[in-house]
C-alpha cells in the first residue's frame, strides 16, 4: 500500500513539473522529455496530453515525436496517437503525427522503427513533382514489426502480420501476411 502511495506521489510530482514547464516552454518541452525520461513515465505523459493508451502496455523507453508542434496539421499534443492492450513498443521508436497511427491490441513494434504519416518537401524544388502526401497508419491486433522498420503514410498492416526487420513497408498488406524487403512485399502467407 505504501509503495503504490509511492508511486502515485512521485508520478504527480513528475506531471505537475512538466506541466509546470511546459507552460513556458511548449509541448515540444515534453517531446524532449519522452526521449530521456524513466519508461515508467511514458505512459502518463502520453495520456496526461492527449494520447489514448490501453491496458498493460510495455514502453521500453527513449521516443521520438516528430510534427507535435510546427507543421500545417499539428495539434500541439499526442491525441493522434492510440496504442491498445498488451501492446509492446521497443527503445527509439519514432512516431510521426502528422496523421493519426492506430495500434491495436497485442501489436510489436521493434526497436528504432519508424511510423511515418507523411512525405513533404516543404520549399523545395523537387516539391512541384512530389506534393505533400498525408495518411494514417493503422497496425492490426498481434501484427509484429522487427527492429529498424520504416512504415510510410497511408499505410494498414492486417491482423498477426509479421514484418522482417529493416524492411520499408510502403504500402497495406492483408492479415497473416509475412513481409520483408526494401519496398517490404509478400513473402508468403502465414498458416494459423
Do not use: W
Not at 35 to 61: D, R, T
Not at 81 to 93: A, F, H, M, N, P
Not at 125 to 145: D, H, Q
Amino acid at each position: 500500500m505504501l509503495k503504490n502511495l509511492f508511486k502515485f506521489l512521485v508520478s504527480n510530482l513528475y506531471i505537475l513539473k512538466i506541466r509546470f514547464f511546459a507552460i513556458f516552454l511548449g509541448v515540444e518541452y515534453v517531446v524532449r522529455k519522452l526521449e530521456s525520461c524513466h519508461k515508467y513515465f511514458v505512459p502518463i505523459l502520453l495520456m496526461n496530453y492527449g494520447a489514448k493508451l490501453g491496458k498493460k502496455i510495455h514502453f521500453k523507453g527513449y521516443y521520438r515525436m516528430d510534427n507535435v508542434t510546427g507543421d500545417e496539421s499539428a495539434t500541439n499534443d499526442f491525441s493522434k496517437l492510440s496504442i491498445g492492450d498488451r501492446c509492446v513498443i521497443g527503445k527509439g521508436v519514432f512516431f510521426d503525427l502528422v496523421d493519426k497511427i492506430y495500434l491495436e491490441k497485442e501489436v510489436g513494434i521493434g526497436a528504432h522503427s519508424m511510423l511515418m504519416t507523411h512525405m513533404d518537401l516543404g520549399q523545395m524544388p523537387m516539391s512541384a513533382l512530389y506534393p505533400r502526401k498525408t495518411g494514417p497508419i493503422v497496425i492490426r491486433e498481434g501484427t509484429f514489426l522487427g527492429a529498424h522498420v520504416l512504415v510510410l503514410h497511408g499505410v494498414e498492416l492486417g491482423r498477426c502480420c509479421i514484418v522482417a526487420a529493416g524492411s520499408v513497408v510502403t504500402q497495406s498488406f492483408p492479415d497473416y501476411s509475412l513481409i520483408a524487403g526494401v519496398p517490404a512485399r509478400l513473402i508468403r502467407t502465414i498458416e494459423h
